[in-house]
């Protein structure tokens, strides 16, 4: 998954990723909303959440969602219930300014072994979540990342490539009102160089993506907005391609 994604942004300069939350809705509905990003040009679908994410609807609804498109599947655990066998790739995660070591590092421990037996590919990931946050702040217990001050972001940033994680996920938070700032992005951006940056929350239409990316994200995530779209398959296509602008740009 990971040489898959590299490959996409090497020719494409970006890629996009759609982030279904599977305690949102029924599985069915699920498939409904992965269906019509996969046609709108998503190149993988995530799937996790902060509350309620785990067991059985998980299960279920990344099974139906293997079986119906072509993409990757991706697990964005919020604890250790968000895993299942029934993807292709988990982000193995920190988010590095929790104040909670579980969050850090604790989590993490109760699922290594099993994540171990299954053998599934996994992609170290510095996880910061900046201001506003939204469920993911406060139940990551986050101090957040102030948005005015972009230092303190890539200051964790290359801490996590120092500790060999090879993506950092630029976090604002499900439902963010807007996307983070672009000073930020491209700050973080500077001294990540060529690992990995993936940027998400408050992305909403393609003029957004295309801030981002130009900004210097590598790696679009859109969640809300693709779950509450009227035409999913035609949002899609548009913030995928207003990212592709935005990178060439
Ligand atoms: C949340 O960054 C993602 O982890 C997506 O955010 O729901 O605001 O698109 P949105």
Redesign the pocket.
Known sequence: VEEYLSEIIQKEGVAHVT?IDPASQKPEEAVRLATEAVAGGTNAIMLGGSTDAGGQILDLTAKMIKENVSVPIILFPGSTSGFTTQADCVLFMSLLNSRDPHYIVGNQMLGALTLYKTGMESIPMAYLVCEPGGT?GWVGDAKLLPRAKPELAAAYALTGKYYGMRYTYL??????DSPLPPEMIGTVKHVLKDSVLIV????RDGKAAAICAKAGADII?????IEKADDVKALTAEIVMGAKMGKKA
């Open positions: 982030l993911v976090e604002a938070g499900s439902g963010a998400g929350g408050g992305i995530v859109t969640g809300t907005a």
